[in-house]
């Protein structure tokens, strides 16, 4: 990734992580802002008082794109200490693509809750509500504002948000409605360059899968004007935690092993202290209950990529790891955590991890196209991933891994990734009650919404499960509509863009007929 977006992962900061997290949605979380749990209404306009002069100030910078008038609101509208938490340039790059990839934003209102927001510093959240011109979704800016005059704005970010209320409902579509009006979606989204990939929409039946949109659009190399195709392809990103997940459930399956067993018995003190591999069970490291964090730390992005294509070659970064919290209390995406299952692996099936889970799932599943490519080889049709640079696209060739590995970063097409989906619905990689266990939420461990390597969704009447994954130049994802039989895959090679059209499916099958 940029510089800019090396020094915001390396350092946390706010503004830069918050907004750029929001865009890619990199990682499940657990909901925030406008998306939070409980009651909520609307009022029109900007809310009263320092709250809607700094929103007014925010809206007409971003809207109108113009980076001295962005340099002017950082400088004179953010606190000291959120203005100084990365240089100007991060601020101008994360603001100021705001505009090139919604069109800007119409403001709708403001919005209160029952149940008053704060902060994780205890600050009160303020909720502006705003239209995406370009995808039409509706979407908030939740910021805090200092407690003192003159309320400077102490933090922010761009959520995705549930509809105002008093809307009327949307019609309901019939299903080849649905497919015109996500077809004519993501030709917008493409022609507005803030779209380049593939989608797959598909609707698994009694007697077969039925494919109702598939199609490709942007480039896979923009350096040589290459298109995609259906079979490009593109980096997962997180996804591969997916095919961890199912290898670990498999082995469990076989009596391998056990998801009661300490990670102490598969790992030894060349990884992490017995101390702490000793209250991590293997459940903690599926459900991302572990209290480890992520090995992408300093040392990853101070080293050459080349360093790390073998499991053993990580070694070095997980040192200093230490416990966020006891095992099996707290929810932290832990990447350490999924990247260690493949440590797992290898030890309880003698075999190594790219071995077993190609055998063992990929092949079953019918994925020719699907593997941890190293990234210095020649791979036919494979997507290069773009970020954006002070305004130009960047290839990510030397900012993601070499080499993917147990908790992302392999490659995979739109039909391969359907077909893993109907692999597992139909207990083809583990039984249909290991895949039940596998979708269900793990409230027992401290994980409501997500499973063994899955994320959950969705709605009584319709489950969503898959993952997502994103980063510098990757954005992808995968949902299964357990109960409708729908599944949606949607791979992309720019920074956020496969969000909105996984949104858009969720918004139209939610409308469609019967």
Not at 142 to 161: C, M, N
């Amino acid at each position: 990734m940029p510089s800019h977006s090396r020094r915001t992962l390396r350092r946390a900061s706010a503004l830069a992580l918050v907004l750029a997290l929001s865009l890619l949605s990199a990682a499940p979380a657990p909901p925030a802002g406008a998306q939070a749990p409980g009651d909520y209404h609307d009022e029109p306009g900007l809310p009263p008082g320092p709250p809607g002069e700094r929103a007014r100030e925010l809206l007409e910078s971003v809207n109108g794109g113009d980076p001295e008038a962005i340099r002017r609101l950082v400088e004179t509208a953010f606190a000291p200490e959120f203005r100084d938490a990365v240089p100007m340039e991060q601020h101008l790059a994360v603001l100021g693509d705001l505009q090139r990839r919604s069109g800007g934003f119409d403001l709708h209102g403001f919005r209160g809750y029952d149940e008053p927001h704060t902060s994780p510093e205890g600050l009160p959240e303020h909720v502006v509500i705003v239209r995406n011109r370009l995808t039409d979704a509706w979407q908030a800016f939740v910021f805090t504002l200092e407690p003192e005059a003159p309320h400077r704005i102490a933090s922010v970010y761009l959520s995705a948000a549930r509809p105002p209320k008093g809307l009327p409902p949307a019609a309901p579509l019939a299903e080849a409605e649905l497919v015109a009006e996500l077809e004519a979606f993501v030709e917008r989204l493409a022609a507005a360059d803030v779209f380049s990939g593939t989608v797959l929409l598909a609707r698994d039946g009694e007697e077969g899968s039925e494919v109702l949109v598939q199609g490709a659009w942007g480039e896979a190399s923009r350096r040589y004007g290459v298109p995609n195709r259906i079979d490009t392809k593109f980096n997962l990103g997180s996804m591969n935690k997916m095919f961890t997940a199912v290898a670990v459930l498999q082995l469990a399956e076989r009596g391998k092993l056990s998801l009661d067993d300490p990670l102490s018995k598969y790992v030894g003190e060349d990884w992490l202290p017995r101390e702490m591999t000793d209250k991590i069970r293997i459940e903690h490291l599926l459900t991302h209950t572990s209290g480890l964090g992520s090995y992408f730390n300093d040392e990853f992005f101070r080293s050459s990529r080349a360093l790390y294509r073998a499991l053993e070659d990580y070694k070095p970064l997980m040192a200093g790891e230490a416990l966020a919290f006891e095992p099996g209390t707290e929810w932290r995406y832990s990447n350490t955590g999924m990247f260690l299952l493949g440590v797992v692996i290898e030890k309880a099936s003698g075999t190594s991890y790219f071995d077993y889970v190609e055998e063992n799932v990929h092949e079953p599943a019918g994925m020719t196209g699907t593997a941890c490519y190293d990234m210095d080889r020649p791979v036919p049709n494979l997507a290069m991933g773009y970020t954006r640079e002070g305004g130009e696209w960047v290839e990510n060739t030397f900012l993601h891994v070499i080499r993917g590995g147990p908790a992302g970063g392999g490659f995979s097409t739109a039909p391969d990734l359907a077909a893993f989906a109907r692999a597992l619905r139909h207990g083809k990689l583990v039984s249909r009650e290991t895949a039940e266990r596998m979708w269900a939420p793990k409230p027992e461990v401290s994980s409501p919404g997500y499973g063994y390597g899955f994320q959950i969704g969705g709605t009584p009447k319709d489950r969503i499960v898959g993952h997502g994954g994103g980063f510098a130049g990757i954005s992808s994802n995968l949902d299964l509509f357990l109960d409708s039989g729908y599944t949606a895959v949607v791979l992309t090679n720019l920074d956020g863009g496969a969000q909105p059209v996984q949104e858009k499916i969720r918004e139209l099958l939610a409308r469609l007929e019967g």
